[in-house]
């Protein structure tokens, strides 16, 4: 081993982005590597007044992360994977993806649940989520959240808002999960949701050979066949897209579900698949392309007309 070099790892420095550096600093560790963390700023944390899908490319928080790889700053980056564009910046390559957490949104409420029978106003600064609370609760105000996860948490404390929806993996990883929550079993979550990825530069060998010793293949093939369903239907993380593969061991196959909707939640495709194991590669691909096909495509077309103005 090469024991002279140090393992830079480049992280946002929000709480639950420093406890994924951390996850990963420690496992690498455990098997004899030297690590260093580098807390980095990201353009997403900063501009907090602007929904994501408004600032106008895919990935501003890996950006940031992805310019100091490029120089030379850091080896490699820790992302939540939903976060991340399915195109990866030339030089840049998946270097491991972690055994997934919860994959599950939750809804955190104030410990009164009488508002789903009525109106209310929700959180979220997910067209996703959006779109798919309004599809259930056409009744409901949505409005845009932003920032890491305390400051959501503190912003619906201090808000008159009923609830607001986070990922259950990222409060899970930081101790912020409430007692006052629903899982929302109904929504489908982002792709990849609950995986953490790790990326490197493709030509550092080192690196990149003690990084795959992370790779849970299980959780990589369940968010590679997301990824592609994301990827096929529009190719950036802006619209109400939602995806989840699992492995089921009995029946030796992957089940697929997901699902694009309008922003207003008003129209809805959704497609659920399951197919021997020996047919994930083109899993996504194939749902996605069912989807294009039976009003997909029209659906597209307007999000983007929308999102435009």
């Known amino acids: 081993m090469n024991s002279k070099k140090t ?44 929904p994501l899908y408004e600032l106008g490319i895919t990935g501003i928080f890996t950006k940031t992360l992805d310019i100091a790889m490029i120089n030379g700053q850091v080896d490699i980056a820790v992302h939540s994977m939903k976060d991340v564009p399915t195109a990866l910046p030339i030089g840049i390559v998946q270097a491991a993806v972690l055994e997934r957490a919860n994959t599950l949104d939750i809804l955190v409420h104030k410990g009164n ?30 409005v845009d959240l932003r920032g890491n996860v305390n400051t959501r948490m503190q912003k619906l404390n201090e808000s008159d808002w009923s609830g607001a929806v986070f ?12 007692t006052d929550f ?51 239907l529009e190719g950036g993380c802006t619209a109400p897209i939602g995806a989840l593969a699992r492995y089921c061991e009995l029946e030796d196959t992957f089940i697929f579900k997901g699902s694009l909707l309008s922003i207003d939640g008003k ?43």
Request: charged share 25%; glycine share 6%.
């Open 267 to 309: 129209q809805k495709l959704e497609i659920e698949k399951i197919v021997p194991v020996e047919e994930w590669k083109k899993l996504g691909f194939n749902c996605a392309n069912e989807i294009l096909e039976n009003g997909g495509a029209e659906l597209m077309k307007t999000i983007k007309e929308s999102l435009k103005k």
């Open 7 to 50: 393992i830079r790892i480049g992280t946002r420095d929000s709480e639950l982005a420093l406890w994924q550096a951390h996850t990963v600093q420690k496992k690498l560790n455990d098997l004899g590597y030297k690590t260093e963390i580098i807390a980095v700023k990201s353009q997403g944390d900063i501009i907090l007044d602007k």
């Open 113 to 142: 649940l009488d508002f789903l029978e009525g109106s209310a106003t929700i959180a979220t600064g997910s067209l996703r989520r959006q779109a798919q609370w309004l599809h259930k609760y056409p009744n409901h105000t949505v």
């Open 182 to 232: 629903i899982n929302l079993d109904w929504m489908i979550p982002a792709p990849a949701q609950g995986a953490m990825v790790v990326v490197a530069m493709g030509n550092d060998d080192f690196t990149l050979d003690a990084v795959s010793q992370l790779n849970d293949i299980e959780t990589e093939i369940c968010t590679y066949i997301e990824r592609q369903f994301l990827k096929t």
């Open 167 to 178: 990922a259950a993996a990222g409060l899970e990883r930081i101790n912020l999960k409430p």
